[in-house]
């Protein structure tokens, strides 16, 4: 963090803060007369009930405030960044990193690797352990951040250093022991490349992580994303759909065992096995707690079951009539079509075409909602607009597909390009079972 501090962007009205004349532009200096590196340490310190706070006002000029307050209550501070002193990237060279496979010409935020254990502990961000040096070990131990969300992918050594590109790779068993004497729970994370670290390999992996449990909580096995553009990578392939169903049988076979001594799973396999191999998703019960959803495990089984429950309380008096495309990823496709079967079936007055759409930009391997760019929209939706247009429909889109605090695709189109383009209007849903029934029906149908 710079030695004058960090520059405060907000602060709430009523709180603390406020009352004390702190402004948006002053800087956090110190608390207790500790520096303040990021939202962790700011959290933590604003905990007690006396405070000593230095923050340093326009001009220059340096307040000294002493604080009582209800241990827990917030100062009412707000920052432009979750850490205050950069953020750590990261040192690897994965034989499967997505960002090398990007095509150039986007937005520069989308080329960041980080690699940070303060954003994995705040945000849930998968980390690799790789660049931790003595101090970030005796942060995380100080503040005990836990969970964190790890990418372990093989628990080789040899294997580890191969696939991340890095020599520090191998030490993953002994860091994560270290975290678990600690008493930090984690996540792990298994991308699964074939030939790599599957069969063989992947027993030993879940093996040895479950020698760790409950420290380790959880194991996410997901397949690699690949796109088209790997001109001078490693040569990998996507997972077979043969393949996915017998990773989902060996994952149903070590559930059960695991079940049988930890009382859960711990062990999951992500959704695209289950759609890929065109197997049934399991019940809500076999994931448990749902401990890895952002890493696309179980969150198709959660949009499913929220679809069906909401559908089954609506009734047929607020059904407006309405004409909807719903775009998605071809990956989901053949799932959301039969979820608007049931929809339309509930109200005949519901006209609806699910429209899956190719992804030229990044190929045809990447089958996902959220890696649609504007163009491929365009493209892929022009013939189905002309059906919209005909009784002034809508297209809906899910909102994973913008960026989360600016309404923009990847290649910085926006729905208002598309909808000017089309000539029909674009809604923005959210990416839930309610969201695809407001959708579908008209917001207020859903409370």
């Known amino acids: 963090m710079p030695e004058e501090g960090v520059v405060i962007t907000a602060v709430r009205p009523d709180s603390i803060a406020a009352a004390l004349g702190i402004n948006p532009g002053d800087k956090l200096v110190a608390i207790n007369g500790e520096r303040v590196p990021d939202l962790i340490v700011y959290r933590y310190l604003c905990a007690g009930e006396n405070l000593e706070v230095e923050i340093e006002k326009a001009g220059s000029e340096r307040w000294l405030l002493e604080i009582e307050k209800d241990y827990d209550e917030d100062l009412g501070l707000e920052f432009g960044a979750s850490t205050f002193d950069g953020l750590r990237r990261c040192g690897n060279k994965c034989l499967f990193c997505f960002v090398d496979q990007m095509p150039r010409g986007l937005r520069p935020g989308l080329y960041i690797k980080d690699d940070d254990y303060r954003y994995s502990f705040l945000h849930g961000n998968f980390i690799t352990l790789t660049n931790l040096r003595p101090r970030d070990w005796e942060y995380i131990l100080r503040w005990h951040l836990s969970p964190l969300y790890i990418s372990v992918h093989t628990t080789n050594p040899q294997l580890r ?35 790599l670290n599957d069969g063989p390999e992947l027993e030993r992996t879940v093996k040895d992580l479950s020698g760790l449990f409950p420290a380790v909580q959880s194991i996410a096995v997901v397949p690699v994303g690949l796109t088209s553009r790997r001109e001078h990578l490693y040569p990998l392939r996507r997972v077979k759909p043969e393949e ?54 179980g969150l198709t089984r959660l949009f499913l079951d929220e679809f069906k429950a909401t559908l089954a309380k609506l009734k047929q008096p607020e059904i407006q009539p309405r004409r909807v495309i719903i775009a998605t990823g071809t990956l989901a496709a053949p799932v959301l079509a039969g979820l608007i079967q049931e929809a339309t079936a509930k109200a005949s007055s519901l006209e609806a075409m699910v429209v899956p759409v190719n992804n030229h930009f990044f190929g045809p391997q990447v089958t996902v909602a959220g890696l649609l760019t504007g163009r491929d929209l365009l493209q892929g939706l022009k013939e189905a607009a002309s059906w919209a247009r005909e009784k002034e429909g809508v297209i809906l889109i899910p909102d994973v597909m913008l960026k989360k605090d600016t309404p923009v695709f990847l290649d910085d189109m926006t729905p208002e390009i598309i909808a000017a383009e089309l000539g029909v209007v674009v809604e923005v849903v959210p990416a839930t079972g309610k969201g695809l029934i407001a959708g579908c029906y008209g917001r207020t149908v859903v409370q």
């Open 161 to 195: 250093s191969k696939m991340l590109g890095n020599p520090r790779g191998g030490e993953i068993m002994a860091h994560l022991t270290k975290l678990a004497a600690a008493g930090i729970q984690m996540h792990t994370q298994v991308v699964l490349c074939p030939g």
């Open 244 to 297: 996915a169903a017998g990773i989902i049988s060996q994952i149903a076979a070590w559930q059960a065992g695991f079940r049988r001594r930890f009382g859960c799973g711990f062990v999951y396999g992500a959704d695209e096995f289950y759609l890929l191999a065109n197997l049934p998703l399991p019940p809500a019960s076999f994931y448990d707690d749902f401990p890895q959803t952002e890493n696309g495990v």
